[in-house]
């Protein structure tokens, strides 16, 4: 067994302030010394990570148990969020064979923009919790990778963060409505100064849904340091040794932005208090004017929401029932995508998100009407799982997946996948 010493000084080479390069060798080392600190593994870890089920079983054993929760759940009895995902699976391919399939390409574009494929990163609250500066890293891999990310209003990396951490690369930033409007408009401006290319505006949290874990489990950022949250994040040292590493711990867009908000404390009550109920479509047509850029609305999950979306002068709408975190009994995106493309689809572009675990889930959407697609989850397992290199992986993951399937399905160019690539009556009408 190594020397105490040791590992303090593997910490001090391999882990700078601001940074979190925590390696294989300094884990091991802690792992030497304090095995009483380490989760036996009930689970195997996956040795090569081959898809997004991998990212998330790692991602389960790195990430605290709240905030790991917190990612890995839906309202009240799951049923939407359990739909998002299985309601894909039903959809069949055709497959195709002696077609060239030599230089394909799955680039497209959103909103006006390029990008190597149409999947955005979907704004994630608390992000920075999955793993330290957490949304940095998501925002690196998704420049590096050539997709959009969105930032949410709820990050713990700030506007300003993302925007020095990424050379200035445009981002998209996603607004909540609070009640505070001079907060909004100085939120807006901020995006706007900090080269936002879109704003992404939720529009299906006028009121929260109820998630039984974060009540469970006192979900709080950054943590309460309650012995059970200690005792659980002891288990967790690459988690810790990151957070040690970086001075975002809290709600990076508001804490210090908002008179009387100077501490997490104030913030709970501020947060609680600021969603606002009486969000209308005047208010989205205000903020379209404030901001006088590209606006995406989400969540959107009815038709009739479609069509005020396209009169409210959108440039896109997100099918989305967040995740399956709001209205538990909501019909899954995919299910609800055909209708929503068949009453606005030749005005305006339709996105989706919930429940997109692989690149076939995308291509499914893609042919199904989709202009574009986002990953929640996806990304905050290859996130939890290994920071950085886990969201590039992740991307990847569902590049390659959509590139084969598309092969398979005789196409060479994303751009030219419709619905003649689905099996007919496999696919919701
Ligand atoms: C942990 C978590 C936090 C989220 N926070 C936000 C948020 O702050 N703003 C928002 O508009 N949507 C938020 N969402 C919803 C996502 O943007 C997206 O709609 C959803 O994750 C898509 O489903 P998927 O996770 O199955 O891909 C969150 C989702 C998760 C899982």
């Not at 590139?403 to 030219?416: N, P, R």
Request: hydrophobic share 40%; glycine share 8%; charged share 20%.
């Amino acid at each position: 067994m190594r020397s105490g010493e040791g590992i303090f000084q593997a910490r001090k080479q391999h882990f700078k302030p601001g940074t979190n390069v925590v390696t294989a060798q300094s884990l091991q080392q802690a792992r030497d010394l304090f095995p009483f600190l380490f989760t036996p593994e009930t689970r195997p870890v996956p040795q090569v990570i081959t898809n997004i089920e991998d990212l998330r079983i790692l991602a389960e054993q790195r990430v605290p148990r709240m905030f790991y929760d917190y990612a890995d759940s839906g309202s009240w009895t799951e049923s939407t969020y359990r739909a998002n995902t299985t309601d894909f699976a039903p959809i069949k391919f055709r497959q195709r064979v002696a077609v060239n399939m030599e230089g394909r390409s799955t680039a497209s574009e959103m909103i006006g923009q390029p990008v190597a494929m149409p999947v955005a990163i979907a704004p994630t609250g608390l992000t920075g919790m999955q793993h330290a500066d957490g949304e940095i890293l998501a925002a690196r891999a998704a420049k590096k990778f050539g997709v959009p990310f969105t930032l949410s209003t709820m990050s713990i990396c700030s506007i300003e963060d993302i925007a020095a951490a990424t050379d200035r690369h445009p981002f998209w930033f996603q607004l909540y409505v609070m009640r505070d409007r001079d907060f909004i408009e100085r939120l807006i401006d901020r995006a706007k100064a900090a080269n936002c290319s879109a704003l992404v505006l939720t529009l299906d949290l006028q009121v929260l849904g109820q998630r039984h874990k974060d009540l469970k489990n006192g979900l709080s950022a950054p943590p309460k340091l309650t012995v059970p949250n200690i005792l659980n994040m002891m288990t967790k040292p690459r988690w810790c040794l990151g957070m040690l590493g970086t001075k975002r711990h809290g709600f990076g867009n508001i804490v210090g932005h908002v008179k009387g908000v100077e501490n997490m404390g104030s913030l709970s009550e501020w947060t609680a208090k600021q969603f606002d109920p009486r969000l209308s479509w005047a208010d989205v047509e205000w903020i379209k004017k404030r901001w006088a850029g590209k606006l995406i609305i989400k969540g959107i999950i009815d038709a009739e929401d479609a069509k005020l979306a396209v009169a409210s002068g959108a440039d896109a709408v997100i099918v989305s029932n967040h995740g399956g975190r709001q209205l538990d009994g909501a019909e899954s995106s995919i299910r609800a995508l055909p209708s929503i493309v068949a009453a606005v689809g030749s005005q305006i572009e339709v996105h989706l998100d919930s429940g997109i675990r692989s690149g076939q889930d995308v291509l499914k959407a893609i042919a199904l009407g989709a202009k574009g697609t986002y990953i929640g989850r996806a990304m905050l397992y290859g996130l939890g799982a290994m920071g950085e290199a886990g969201v590039t992986k992740a991307l990847e993951i569902i590049h390659k997946e959509l590139d084969i399937s598309m092969a398979f399905c005789g196409h060479t160019q994303l751009l030219t996948v419709d619905k003649s690539i689905l099996l007919p009556g496999s696919f919701p009408v």
